[in-house]
């Protein structure tokens, strides 16, 4: 498994951004699909995006599409969420995550590395 830690939590007001990166050690990070996850209090897993090998592909749920943005960079073996326009439905606790096999899945079991999360609060 590739080993995660999530930074880059925190409390905006609503129509603020925040920038969330996840460093990757232990496993050759290029060959990890990532994908952002967040949790709300009381919810399950929701997909948020994902991005390809290379970073030229990247998938959003809909509810985050035209304001967030993933990246990836293969060199620092990091993978960013960038998170503007929010909103307090987006408060959550956020985590990402590898997936070595196949790129763009929606559901947190495809995934076999996890962060710890870092919480993302947004006030209105």
């Known amino acids: 498994q590739v080993q995660l830690v999530e930074s880059g939590g925190g409390l905006v007001q609503a129509g603020g951004s925040l920038r969330l990166s996840c460093a990757a050690s232990?496993?050759?990070?290029?060959?990890?699909?990532m994908g952002w996850f967040r949790q709300a209090p009381g919810k399950g897993y929701e997909f948020v995006a994902a991005?390809?090998?290379?970073?030229?592909?990247?998938y959003y749920a809909d509810s985050v599409k035209g304001r967030f943005t993933i990246s990836r960079d293969n060199v620092k073996n990091t993978v960013y969420l960038q998170m503007n326009s929010l909103k307090p439905e987006d408060t959550a606790v956020y985590y990402c995550?590898?997936?070595?096999?196949?790129?763009?899945?929606?559901?947190?079991?495809?995934?076999?590395?996890w962060g710890q999360g870092t919480q993302v609060t947004v006030s209105s």
């Open positions: 995550a590898g997936d070595p096999i196949k790129e763009g899945a929606l559901h947190h079991y495809d995934y076999d590395g």
């Open positions: 232990g496993r050759t990070f290029s060959n990890y699909a």
């Open positions: 991005i390809g090998w290379s970073g030229s592909r990247t």
